[in-house]
């Protein structure tokens, strides 16, 4: 390893340490024991996420094996959907549909005038 490295990660590990320290000492007895919890749930579930990847990684390993020398996966036949025609055409033989009919004229009030005209088409 390199010696920078090496200053860099005792520099980086002894300043989460001091941070550790400073956050600690100015926490509630509550947030502490929240904390040390927490750490401790994660500590007791690293054995199995190391069993876990070693026993992913292995199983990796082997299937590559296992495939270069298994059968042939099983093929399916592709699967081709057709739509029916629809049921709800119009029964009129129009170029062009029909528009719904316009709607009633839209009528505004304008708040605060005082004239009688105030409403605004």
């Known amino acids: 390893m390199n010696r920078a490295t090496i200053v860099a990660g005792l520099g980086v590990t002894a300043f989460a340490a001091a941070l550790a320290v400073y956050i600690g000492s100015h926490l509630s007895e509550e947030a502490m024991s929240v904390l040390i ?6 500590g007791a579930m690293l054995p199995a996420v190391i069993i876990a990847s070693l026993a992913l990684m292995r199983h990796r390993e082997r299937g590559d094996v296992s495939a270069a020398h298994g059968p042939p996966q099983a093929m399916y036949p592709p699967v081709i ?3 029916p025609p629809a049921s709800n055409t119009p029964s009129t033989n129009l170029p062009y549909p029909t528009m719904p009919p316009s709607p009633a ?3 505004f009030t304008v708040i605060g005038d005082d ?3 105030s409403n605004v088409q």
Do not use: F, H, T, Y
């Not at 919890?37 to 994660?42: D, H, L």
């Open 105 to 107: 004229p839209r009528q």
């Open 115 to 117: 004239s009688l005209d």
């Open 37 to 42: 919890g927490a750490a401790c749930g994660a």
């Open 81 to 83: 959907v057709v739509a």
